[in-house]
Structures are given as structure tokens and as C-alpha cells.
């Protein structure tokens, strides 16, 4: 049987998995991956398993409290992944192989009240603590306010970024002008010069469903990948002038189907052919089920018709604000849960 994740990496698309699980880390490794992706919602799934109960014991019994803890294994879990992608990152020489490592989400807690300059000030600060010393991790940023102001700054000390949280083309513009500003000043020049930009997908399809239902058939479920290929083509055209040696690119992100109706290689068979997808485990698993050969489609539209309904119908600030409202909600949440679930582990682990 065709293997359908081979068949995507051949088709040019970077496969990288939306996990730092240790076991499918080294699965999907073989099947082809070569990079991952972390975030709170990853860190407490692994902590739920059982399997690092000794790990967290041990920073337990050295007096760490339940957010240094959190910190501490996150830094643990995406240093072996790094581990295992780092001979994909030499070979490329920087253009491939990176794990990506999200910076504290609280700093977007709607309850918290912190002031836009002090959270800037603190993505600069965590995004230079947290890649210091590494060669193949990605500081993941979001793409609000106070992550987009940091980026510039983060460039031009010679971080690797991963912008994420982009639901629209004003995001993304706004993120690539900071980065490359900030690495036109990199005292080491643009050698080593890598940004990524995560795009996510299904979360537009599902915002349609609801706000915008008159869409017709044709166009209902395409928002995301339309959005997503504009964007992308974007990329393409701004970078194409600039020069750098390591590609500047697009993370597909968000990829797992939402509708049961719909086939899990929609979105990755929609931009097979370049840049990077960012899969979750079951839809890799079930896309190599499938057997499908995947060619390029990355740069395939749907009719003038569906694209002028869009348009028409489909108001994207309005989008770009509901999500992110959602999206900001559903980043800091996580974090929130990660440090309840350590100190259920505290008592959990106390009396065993």
C-alpha cells in the first residue's frame, strides 16, 4: 500500500507533528517527520498518561512549585524531540528539523490585567531565556497585540520564531514586517535567519458554519483553505525578493476536521506541495490509513464564483476578531488547566 505521508513529504510539504510525545515522536519520525510543536494541551495529555509521574516527582521532592514544574518538564519533552529532529536540521542546514516551544500563554489571560509594555517586555525576555543555547527550536509567539509588537526585537537577537494565533492576511503582514525588520539588524547578518507563520485553518470553517450560513455549498468549508492560499501566496511573493538563504515560511496549522462528513486529508491534501504542515497525530494516522497518493494542490483555487462569495459574504475583520477572542481563551485556558492538573498530581503522587 502507498504510504500517503510519504507520498505528501514527496510532494514537497515539510511534515511536522502537532506532538512532543516521545513515542510518536520517534513513529512519525519514521514515517517521515521532521519537526514538532508543543503547547499546554500537549504537556498535560502526556502528564495524564502516568508516564512521567517520576519525572514529576522528582522536581516535586527538589521544591519546585507547579509552574516552574510546568516549565521545567515542557523544557524536558521538546529537548528530546529537538534530540530526534537535529540530524534533519544539519542536513538542511537550518531549513528543516525544529521543534517549537510556546512561550507562557498567561501572558494573554484576559483576567490578568498586564499591562500591553510589560507583556511585550516579557515575550522578550522569555523568547531570549527559552532559546538560549539551542540550535533547532523555534520560540512560538502569537500573533495579539503584545506577541506582535515583541517580534521585531526577538528577530534581531537572532531568534527562530514560529508567529502562530494567525487567523488573517492583516496578522500575518503585520507579523512578517516586525520579523524582517528585526532580522535586517541581526548582528550575524541573515544567515541563519528562519521565521515561520502559522496559519490556522479549520477554525475558519467552523466560525462560517455559524456566522455566515447563507455561504452556499460550494463555498461553505472552503474559507479556511481560500484564507490560508492567500496567505500563503503572499508569503511567497514578499520573501521571493529578499534574498534569504533559508526559506520563510508557512505553517498549516489546524488541520484536523471538525465535521465527521469530512474526509480527514481535506486540509492536508489542500496544501500539499510546500512550506510546512503542522498534523495532529489522528489525522496522521489516518491519512497513512487512507492509502491516498497526495499531489501539490497548495496552489489550486476553487471557481471565481466561490472566491467573489467569499468576498462578498465572509466580513474578515469581523472573523479575525471573533477568533481571536476565542483563540486568546482558548490559549491562556490550557495553561490554567496544566497547573491544576500538577497539583492534583502533588496530592496525587504525595500519598503513593
Same mark, same amino acid.
Not at 492576511?169 to 503585520?174: L, S
Given at each position: 500500500? $502507498?504510504?500517503?505521508?510519504?507520498?505528501?513529504?514527496? @510532494? !514537497?510539504?515539510?511534515?511536522?507533528?502537532?506532538?512532543?510525545?516521545? #513515542?510518536?515522536?520517534?513513529?512519525?519520525?519514521?514515517? !517521515?517527520?521532521?519537526?514538532?510543536?508543543?503547547?499546554?494541551?500537549?504537556?498535560?495529555?502526556?502528564?495524564?498518561?502516568?508516564?512521567?509521574?517520576?519525572?514529576?516527582?522528582?522536581?516535586?521532592?527538589?521544591?519546585?512549585?507547579?509552574?516552574?514544574?510546568?516549565?521545567?518538564? $515542557?523544557?524536558?519533552?521538546?529537548?528530546?524531540?529537538?534530540?530526534?529532529?537535529?540530524?534533519?536540521? &544539519?542536513?538542511?542546514?537550518?531549513?528543516?528539523?525544529?521543534?517549537?516551544?510556546?512561550?507562557?500563554?498567561?501572558?494573554?489571560?484576559?483576567?490578568?490585567?498586564?499591562?500591553?509594555? $510589560?507583556?511585550?517586555?516579557?515575550?522578550?525576555?522569555?523568547?531570549?531565556?527559552?532559546?538560549?543555547?539551542?540550535?533547532? +527550536?523555534?520560540?512560538?509567539?502569537?500573533?495579539?497585540?503584545? !506577541?506582535?509588537?515583541?517580534?521585531?526585537?526577538?528577530?534581531?537577537?537572532?531568534?527562530?520564531?514560529?508567529?502562530?494565533?494567525?487567523?488573517?492576511?492583516?496578522?500575518?503582514?503585520?507579523?512578517?514586517?516586525?520579523?524582517?525588520?528585526?532580522?535586517? +539588524?541581526?548582528?550575524?547578518?541573515?544567515?541563519?535567519?528562519?521565521?515561520?507563520?502559522?496559519?490556522?485553518?479549520?477554525?475558519?470553517?467552523?466560525?462560517?458554519?455559524? /456566522?455566515?450560513?447563507?455561504?452556499?455549498?460550494?463555498?461553505?468549508?472552503?474559507?479556511?483553505?481560500?484564507? /490560508?492560499?492567500?496567505?500563503?501566496?503572499?508569503? &511567497?511573493?514578499?520573501?521571493?525578493?529578499?534574498?534569504?538563504?533559508?526559506? &520563510? %515560511?508557512?505553517?498549516?496549522?489546524?488541520?484536523?476536521?471538525?465535521?465527521?462528513?469530512?474526509?480527514?486529508?481535506?486540509?492536508?491534501?489542500?496544501?500539499?506541495? @510546500?512550506?510546512?504542515?503542522?498534523?495532529?497525530?489522528? $489525522?496522521?494516522?489516518?491519512?497513512?490509513?487512507?492509502?491516498?497518493?497526495?499531489?501539490?494542490?497548495? #496552489?489550486?483555487?476553487?471557481?471565481?464564483?466561490?472566491?467573489?462569495?467569499?468576498?462578498?459574504?465572509?466580513?474578515?475583520?469581523?472573523?479575525?476578531?471573533?477568533?481571536?477572542?476565542?483563540?486568546?481563551?482558548?490559549?491562556? #485556558?490550557?495553561?490554567?488547566?496544566?497547573?491544576?492538573?500538577? %497539583? %492534583?498530581?502533588?496530592?496525587?503522587?504525595?500519598?503513593?
Amino acid at each position: 500500500m $502507498t504510504s500517503s505521508l510519504k507520498s505528501l513529504i514527496a @510532494s !514537497g510539504t515539510k511534515l511536522w507533528l502537532d506532538s512532543i510525545d516521545p #513515542d510518536l515522536v520517534a513513529k512519525n519520525r519514521q514515517l !517521515g517527520a521532521s519537526g514538532a510543536t508543543s503547547n499546554p494541551i500537549i504537556i498535560a495529555d502526556l502528564i495524564k498518561t502516568g508516564r512521567f509521574d517520576d519525572d514529576l516527582d522528582r522536581l516535586m521532592r527538589e521544591g519546585h512549585d507547579n509552574t516552574e514544574i510546568a516549565w521545567r518538564l $515542557t523544557d524536558h519533552l521538546v529537548r528530546q524531540a529537538q534530540a530526534v529532529f537535529l540530524p534533519v536540521w &544539519q542536513e538542511t542546514h537550518g531549513n528543516n528539523g525544529y521543534v517549537s516551544f510556546e512561550l507562557d500563554p498567561l501572558l494573554e489571560d484576559p483576567n490578568a490585567n498586564i499591562p500591553h509594555s $510589560t507583556r511585550v517586555a516579557k515575550y522578550i525576555e522569555l523568547g531570549k531565556k527559552w532559546s538560549a543555547g539551542h540550535q533547532n +527550536r523555534m520560540i512560538k509567539v502569537p500573533a495579539t497585540p503584545a !506577541g506582535l509588537d515583541a517580534l521585531e526585537e526577538l528577530a534581531a537577537a537572532g531568534i527562530t520564531l514560529n508567529v502562530t494565533l494567525i487567523f488573517s492576511m492583516r496578522q500575518y503582514e503585520t507579523a512578517r514586517e516586525a520579523v524582517w525588520r528585526g532580522a535586517q +539588524r541581526r548582528a550575524a547578518g541573515l544567515q541563519q535567519f528562519k521565521s515561520v507563520y502559522s496559519i490556522f485553518v479549520s477554525r475558519l470553517d467552523v466560525y462560517t458554519e455559524k /456566522a455566515v450560513p447563507q455561504l452556499s455549498p460550494a463555498a461553505q468549508g472552503m474559507v479556511g483553505i481560500v484564507n /490560508a492560499k492567500q496567505i500563503w501566496r503572499a508569503n &511567497q511573493a514578499f520573501w521571493a525578493s529578499k534574498g534569504t538563504p533559508l526559506a &520563510q %515560511e508557512m505553517i498549516f496549522a489546524s488541520t484536523g476536521t471538525k465535521k465527521p462528513e469530512d474526509a480527514p486529508w481535506k486540509y492536508v491534501e489542500a496544501f500539499a506541495g @510546500s512550506d510546512i504542515e503542522t498534523n495532529p497525530p489522528a $489525522t496522521n494516522d489516518a491519512v497513512e490509513k487512507s492509502g491516498r497518493t497526495i499531489t501539490r494542490h497548495v #496552489d489550486e483555487m476553487p471557481s471565481q464564483a466561490v472566491l467573489d462569495e467569499i468576498d462578498r459574504l465572509v466580513d474578515i475583520q469581523k472573523l479575525e476578531e471573533t477568533l481571536m477572542d476565542e483563540g486568546i481563551k482558548k490559549f491562556a #485556558d490550557p495553561q490554567k488547566a496544566l497547573l491544576k492538573l500538577i %497539583e %492534583e498530581k502533588r496530592a496525587a503522587l504525595a500519598i503513593r
